[in-house]
């Protein structure tokens, strides 16, 4: 992305805007520049990106005022500081807040715009974290400057970035021209950006956006991924836009309401624990939204057997209104194919992260089920060794001819049960050995059942 900035040109990377808070009729109660200061001025106010920058003027309910700094990131909707619009100490929320796009000295080229709601993030309000010093302004109209849109990068893109600020400073200009700054991130964490080189931060920037180059697209629009916020002895900092502010953010500019928050509570079948190849049967993922957002979004389902080949069960949409829930049901045919042992069934909701909710940890889960093997046919005397993996089975038949008057069956296997069936259908459970005399004639069968989580050997023999 190339800046046209008149008669001062600098490398196509520098892209961001930079704020911080400046009282009105009052001096700089904080500031924080590392020499040598790296602040330029933007000569050209309505050039593209830097009219997506702007002046931010709040009005609090105690009568105090303050002039910071701002970033378009939608038509309406203008990204800032918390702090910008809320002051606990000056009664809470302001009262007015209005912005202006590329102001310079008195000079606004795209007019005035006033916000009509203000969103807050709860954790600035209630705890003052800066790590969420962020909030949402959406005007009375739209100034037709543009916007930049936002992005939750990795740690690996940001630090790879240099990233630009561009904001109304109190100690140049006294909040009434813009400045900008570039320079790479020194550091970054789950929740905040850190700088302390060229990126220079006064009063009056708090709420300029930082943005950066799109790492897919180096020669398009530049991507917003945090505001400037605050400054220590050490380094200046702002919040960084996660996935969970994203959205947040994107959830407010969409419906004005908190985004949804959607999890998987419960999954239920209709089969039983062991389940024969070719069985069919229904799940049932009941997927709740926990949010205050509508949400619509996508359920799939997978099976995966004990060699871990993934067969798909299915999909279907998924629509929810804020704080409900609703089962779906989805058909499963166990594969022909399918590996005896333990099996999953997987049901995730919005699996491709497409719908905008929050968080996403709690949109899966599981369920296991058994593949029984098919029915070994042994005849008496025959001894059998096999592994058995975790909670894997191990079916046997064989025949009793008439007149036998005793029938033993032994079973070595370190951890595990075992079931005998007789011709009558009657069963008996067993550990070790299992006798009977004058066995009845006919078809008997044994189940064997690994009971621990480790692969064992087993041995059978009928006699």
Not at 239 to 266: C, F, Q, V
Not at 296 to 320: K, Q
Not at 347 to 360: H, I, K, S
Not at 441 to 447: A, D, L, S
């Amino acid at each position: 992305m190339r800046y046209d900035l008149g008669v001062n040109r600098i490398p196509a990377f520098l892209i961001a805007a930079l704020l911080i808070g400046w009282p009105a009729g009052a001096g700089p109660v904080r500031q924080k520049i590392f020499r040598p200061d790296d602040r330029f001025a933007v000569l050209d106010t309505t050039a593209w990106p830097w009219r997506t920058a702007c002046r931010v003027y709040a009005l609090y309910p105690g009568g105090g005022a303050a002039t910071g700094s701002g970033v378009f990131i939608g038509p309406r909707h203008v990204l800032t500081a918390g702090h910008m619009v809320h002051d606990e100490a000056d009664g809470g929320l302001a009262t007015f807040v209005e912005v202006s796009p590329g102001y310079e000295y008195g000079y606004a080229p795209y007019g005035y715009a006033r916000a009509v709601d203000i969103r807050v993030f709860p954790r600035w309000v209630e705890d003052e974290d800066f790590d969420y010093d962020l909030a949402l302004l959406t005007l009375n109209r739209d100034p037709g400057n543009g916007w930049l849109d936002i992005a939750a990068l990795t740690d690996e893109e940001l630090l790879a970035a240099e990233a630009v600020t561009a904001g109304y400073p109190g100690d140049l200009g006294g909040t009434e021209a813009m400045y900008a700054a570039a320079g790479p991130f020194d550091e970054v964490d789950a929740q905040t950006l850190y700088f302390a080189g060229t990126l220079d931060i006064y009063y009056g920037q708090s709420g300029s956006g930082l943005w950066v180059d799109d790492p897919e697209d180096p020669e398009g629009d530049p991507l917003v991924v945090g505001l400037i916020s605050w400054s220590s002895s050490k380094t200046n900092g702002g919040p960084r836009i996660n996935e969970e502010k994203a959205a947040h953010i994107r959830s407010w500019i969409a419906t004005g309401e908190d985004p949804p928050n959607l999890a998987m509570t419960a999954l239920d079948t209709d089969l039983p624990e062991e389940v024969e190849r070719g069985a069919e049967g229904t799940i049932t993922a009941t997927v709740t939204n926990f949010g205050e957002g509508p949400a619509s979004s996508l359920l799939e389902a997978v099976f995966t057997d004990s060699a871990g080949t993934s067969s798909p069960i299915g999909s279907m949409a998924v629509d929810l209104g804020g704080d409900s829930a609703r089962g779906y049901d989805l058909f499963l045919d166990v594969p022909a194919g399918a590996a005896e042992g333990l099996g999953t069934i997987h049901a995730v909701v919005n699996p491709d992260g497409a719908t905008p909710e929050w968080p996403r940890s709690d949109n899966e889960a599981t369920r296991s089920v058994v593949v029984l093997p098919e029915w070994r046919e042994v005849v008496i005397g025959e001894r059998v060794l096999r592994l058995l993996t975790d909670r894997a089975v191990a079916r046997y038949r064989f025949t009793v001819e008439e007149g036998r008057s005793r029938l033993r069956l032994k079973v070595a296997l370190k951890a595990g049960v075992a079931e005998v069936r007789r011709p009558d259908g009657s069963t008996e459970a067993f550990t070790k050995q299992f006798r009977e005399d004058a066995p009845a004639p006919g078809r008997w069968e044994v189940v064997i059942r690994n009971t621990s989580n480790r692969t064992l050997k087993s041995r059978f023999l009928a006699n």
